[in-house]
């Protein structure tokens, strides 16, 4: 949220929204918000638990996000959480926010009634556990995850997984039924491998650039057959305080 940013209403604790076309704006939630309803709209809103549209075996679609953070409480850096901030289907995630949560996006429920298409684009993730977490349990968190999920197109985000000593990936789509995606331009950091598309269909990964030295095992593990189109990827230096790529350090110029 911009600086000196204040709610123009307080929730304390969940809600729960079951009017179709409700538009929720300039809130502060401190639990969670639960979609029950179709063409929600949460615009301008700050949450502390998470945003999920899936509900008893049923996604409510067409809901709408922008312009909105999940964050942990004033006074929690890191977040013992591991539920994803935004899911599961059938949303638009629209210059959206994820600061030091163990888990950012997921879509998923792809075989439920009300699922559809999911569209992630100018948002942010920071991704982290808490410290020590990582010696006694593996959260292997995820910035984007389908697990079962429908198609997903993930265009224009930043995320940045560095602060998790165990984690999953950045982008995640394997193959757990997942029907795809479309990646395009993004700038990733972290993971064990930072980009991971082994499960569905993908008609572009285009334009994505992964941070040099930030992946525990390497930059990608994708699966080349699955991929219409690949151009523009590469591993970069970049500069967190500018938000600068500084240069390129290898083009991966083919799917291999």
């Not at 079951?18 to 929720?24: H, I, L, Q, Y």
């Not at 057959?225 to 290898?250: C, F, M, P, R």
Request: glycine content about 14%; charged content about 20%.
């Amino acid at each position: 949220m911009p600086a000196g940013w204040k709610p123009k209403a307080t929730k304390d604790g969940d809600l729960t929204i079951t009017k179709a076309g409700t538009v929720v704006e300039d809130q502060l939630v401190t639990g969670s918000i639960y979609v029950k309803a179709p063409d929600v709209t949460i615009r301008n809103t700050r949450v502390y638990g998470t945003i999920d549209n899936f509900i008893g075996n049923r996604v409510y679609g067409h809901l709408l996000i922008e312009d909105t953070e999940v964050v942990n409480p004033p006074g929690q850096e890191f977040s013992k959480n591991g539920q994803y901030a935004f899911g599961v289907a059938d949303y638009t995630c629209r210059r959206c926010k994820v600061i030091n949560r163990m888990e950012g996006w997921r879509v998923g429920a792809a075989d439920y009634a009300g699922a559809g298409p999911v569209l992630i684009e100018d948002s942010f993730a920071q991704l982290a556990v808490p410290p020590g977490m990582c010696e006694s349990a593996d959260p292997h968190g995820d910035g984007i995850q389908g697990y079962g999920g429908p198609t997903v197109t993930i265009r224009h985000n930043t995320i940045d997984q560095r602060l998790d000593d165990c984690p999953t990936a950045p982008i995640f789509i394997p193959d757990q039924g997942n029907d795809g995606a479309t990646v395009q331009d993004n700038l990733l950091a972290g993971g064990g491998y930072t980009l991971r598309l082994t499960g569905g269909k993908f008609p572009a990964v285009t334009g994505n650039k992964i941070v040099q030295g930030s992946f525990g095992y390497g930059p990608l593990e994708v699966t080349c057959s699955l991929i219409a189109q690949w151009k523009g990827n590469a591993t970069v230096t970049y500069d967190w305080a500018t938000g600068k790529v500084t240069g390129q350090v290898k083009a991966f110029d083919s799917c291999r």
